[in-house]
C-alpha cells in the first residue's frame, strides 16, 4: 500500500499545530504563525509519518513472526 495518505482530525490538527507552535517558541525562542506551523506539520506528514509507521509494520511482524515461531515449537 505505497503512498498512503494520514489523515487526521480537524481538531487532532490544530492541537499538532498548537504544539508545533508552542515547541518554536520553547525551544528556538521564535514565534511562527499557524501558516508556518502547518507548512512543519505537512513535512512531518509527509516525510517522516510514512517511515515511522513502516517501522510499526515491521516490529508488529517480527512479533508475529516471533509468536508463530513459539506456536510451531509445541508441536508434537
Known sequence: MKNKKFNISREKR????????????????????????????????????????????NDAYRYMHDRIEDLLEIQI
Do not use: Q, S
Not at 26 to 44: K, S
Open 14 to 57: 490544530e492541537d499538532l499545530i498548537n504544539e508545533i507552535k508552542t515547541f518554536f517558541y520553547e525551544e528556538r525562542d521564535e514565534e511562527i504563525g499557524d501558516l508556518a506551523a502547518n507548512i512543519v506539520l505537512d513535512f512531518f506528514m509527509d516525510k517522516l509519518a510514512p517511515e515511522f509507521y513502516n517501522e510499526g509494520v
